[in-house]
């Protein structure tokens, strides 16, 4: 705000003044408008994250797999589903998006049999095998 005491007697002088506090004026309201812009964004970005991430107890999780909870727990013990605990002892917290990565399924197709890749050039442990049994 000018008061009249800082007010030039040159209308000259006033009007380079003006000219200062409008570009003064028009770079606020340039800073202003960036400040909006990036507010906006960032609260677009946080709505988006609320949308994306769903947590799931581990018995809407195998609900939803159709596991038992002891398969659930050794997802995650075996570290194929991820999960966390808010705090130790806490109940687990899965991921919705999680339940359908390719690890999930591939451990969910194989369920209990072990998991073995078939090596090329791997030598079997038995050479022959007798057909009566064991002599």
Aim: with cysteine.
């Amino acid at each position: 705000m000018l008061h009249s005491a800082q007010l030039p007697d040159n209308i000259d002088a006033l009007k380079a003044l003006l000219s200062v506090k409008y570009a003064e004026l028009a770079a606020f309201e340039q800073e202003c408008g960036r400040w909006k812009f990036e507010r906006e964004a960032l609260r677009q970005e946080k709505q988006d994250d609320k949308q994306e991430i769903i947590r799931l107890t581990m018995s809407e999780a195998e609900k939803l797999l159709g596991v038992t909870h002891y398969m659930i727990r050794r997802l995650i013990n075996d570290r194929v589903l991820p999960a966390e605990q808010v705090m130790p002892d806490a109940s687990w917290q899965i991921h919705a998006s999680d339940l359908r990565s390719n690890a999930v399924m591939a451990a969910l197709t194989r369920k209990h049999r072990p998991c073995r890749h078939n090596v090329e050039g791997q030598l079997p442990m038995f050479t022959e095998v007798s057909e009566g049994g064991a002599q």
